[in-house]
């Protein structure tokens, strides 16, 4: 085993590849998350550092993005809801956005420990890469999942009460009376474990749905960059350049929907939960 910067890639593997043996949760998937997460930092402090009354620039970008997801989250949460939640909601999308255009630079997952072939064009099998994108990682989409339903069952309570959300999933809809109401009352009960139900799989579906699409886009790279390994050199390592440069392209379109997706979900939630505390607004 020796370090090689030869652009190539072994098997991909659900599990992120631990660095150090004796540290299991310093995988490549952590230190690609640092990486990202700090680079998101150092760029919106570069460009709020200097305030300007005329934006322009980076400041003008960092604003225009601010304001497009304010109104886009806010048609989606409602508008009482929207300064409590925006933080949350616009992070995400930011996050999953960035990991996953960032995941798709050259040398992410190309870079590491594996066994080098012989020759300068030979291609390379990487065991284990330096770097894993972050939502190529279950571990990371469970988590950002599973923390945002702890926040909205924080938000929804303190918006609603624990009486009104237990009422608004268990409780009929609409008046309960003569000699079916026992027998409706029974169906909102089964209806209201079903919403239950739904409501704990919620983390399962958002981290499976993101996982899915970056893994597999992950995968399809993989796939197009290994197509030509068979070939002699050096057109395998040409091929391993051209055949999976139209798909960087789609992975950067399929990078932007999934964060929009699973942040837009996130904001579905929240309403369905608080909708009907709106003024004007209606219950689910």
Known sequence: MQATIILAAGEITVQPNRLFPSLGWFTNSFVFTVIVTGLIVIAARAATRTMELVPKGSQNFIEALVETLYSTFENIVGRHMITKVFPVIATLFIFICAANWFGLVPGVGTIGWGKPGPGVWSLSEIDRPLLRPADA?????????????????????????????????????????????????????????????????RPVSLSLRLFGN????????????????????PLNWITSVLFPLPFFFLELLVGVLQALVFSALCGVYIRLSTSHAEPGGAGH
């Open 137 to 201: 990682d279950l571990n990371m989409t469970l988590g950002m999942a599973v923390m945002f339903m702890i926040l909205w069952l924080i938000w929804t309570i303190r918006d609603v009460g624990l009486l009104g959300l237990v009422k608004e999933i268990f409780g009929p809809k609409g008046e309960v009376k003569g000699a079916l109401g026992p027998f409706l009352v029974v169906i909102f009960l089964f209806v209201g474990l079903i919403e239950v139900l739904s409501i704990l799989l």
């Open 214 to 233: 970056i893994f597999a886009g992950e995968t399809l790279l993989h796939t197009m960059t290994n197509l030509g390994a068979a070939l002699p050199a």
